[in-house]
């Protein structure tokens, strides 16, 4: 399955559960992980936010002084992220339509685990692509185990694609394209092993 083929039931997933994950709690692992990527930054660095949601990470970043830009392929989403007082814009991630080395940062949580692992080469290059000499990256997604395909067992409709990896490969291919700084292990429970999260930095 390619990655065009999954966003169309993404975008309708998400847009249909919008006010819903408004009610969703920032879980403190969330806001430890956002603190530890924080705390690498220069102060007022140029942040975008892939896959924003609705815009709890944006708004915390925007709080500590960062100029944050989201992004979301969910229309309802964005309209959430914008009545946060977030600059957010309806934008596949696969197609980021920002100038070269636009970002000294660039942070994405729980979004690329969507995308097939064909095609995420080619979303991670696109990354490296808006970020500028030196900049952060963080990666952070629900893992632990190799697997790929629609989630039958998903709560939200249409159901969504999850694309997961053991901790080993998801480091090994975030270093074909980026410098890996450090890597949280998180134990989350329930049907997933761990969340990953990863720092890096563009080489």
Known sequence: MRYDDVKTDLRAAYDASADDREAMDDAPWKASERARFA?????????????AGHGVSGRRFADEGFAVTCTDLSPALVA?????????????????????????????MNCLLHV??????????????????????????????????????????????????????????????????????VPVGGAIDQYQGLVLRKR
């Open 80 to 108: 959430h992220c914008r009545a946060k007082g977030l600059d957010a814009r309806v934008m596949d991630f696969a197609r980021l339509d920002f100038p070269d080395a636009a970002f000294g940062a660039v942070f994405a």
């Open 116 to 185: 097939p692992k064909a095609e995420l080469p080619g979303v991670l290059a696109g990354i490296d692509r808006v970020l500028a000499p030196g900049g952060l990256f963080y990666w952070g997604q629900y893992g632990g185990r190799d697997s790929e395909g629609v989630w039958d067992g998903d709560r939200y409709e249409p159901k969504r694609y999850f694309s997961f990896f053991t901790a080993d490969r998801i480091e090994a291919l975030a270093q074909r394209h980026f410098t890996l700084l450090d890597t949280a292990l």
């Open 39 to 51: 705390a690498r930054l220069a102060p007022g660095a140029a942040l975008l936010e892939i896959g």
